[in-house]
């Protein structure tokens, strides 16, 4: 009787185990069965597929996904951003980083490309200096915020630097509404958020001489103001 209760209770392990496993195709084509374990990383969904000798580990791309399945495993590109700038790794400050504002073609037909707006974010020269030490996402100072703003935002939006010694005044209107608005906060670096083609301001984000917790504080702000944005015009 003891052995017939722990193949029984086997079973509907077994059973359950099979239940929330689920499959999953990719924007390519790729389909997996039996997917199960799945975890959020910085560089995308991890999960466990198949069974026996044909299970393996997969990691995919969240551009290779589609916007059901993203939502249906919580992905939140901008929280993964967050979480990862709390690491506080390095990052050698150079102007490679992000289009200027002379490459500004390329970026909006890559904005365009990639369904996604454009964060124009104004820079002192001196914040770049590759030979130097690295810059820290979690520190204080102009340079550290800089790299704070690349970890929570490179991904999500392109970005576009431009020299407040030199390029403020070429800027596109809708950059200039955010860059001599009154949430550019009198610190750079500061970014105005817009659409993909320049024709709409939807936010400045600001430095506002802040430590990490403050500037941490202002960027969710100004990422519930950009998500809300792009739910409104998700069909455009």
Known sequence: MQTKCLLSLALICFAA???LSDDLTTLDGQKYQ??????????GLFFVAGNGESM???TVAYTNLSRA??????YDSYELAMAFARQNQGIYLNKNLAF??????AARKKAEAEHKLLGFILVWDNFFHPAGPPAQPVGD???NALAHFYDVFHNNMVLVFVSHERELGKVPAAVSQGFRGPDEGGYAPSMAVVTADCSKFICEVPYSKKDFAGREQIMRARIAVIKKFLAENRGE
């Open 17 to 19: 185990s099979r239940s």
């Open 34 to 43: 039996d997917v199960r374990d799945v975890s959020l990383k910085p560089n």
């Open 56 to 58: 393996r580990g997969v």
């Open 69 to 74: 399945t993203q939502d249906k495993y919580h």
């Open 100 to 105: 200027s504002l002379d490459q500004l073609d």
């Open 141 to 143: 100072y102009s340079e």
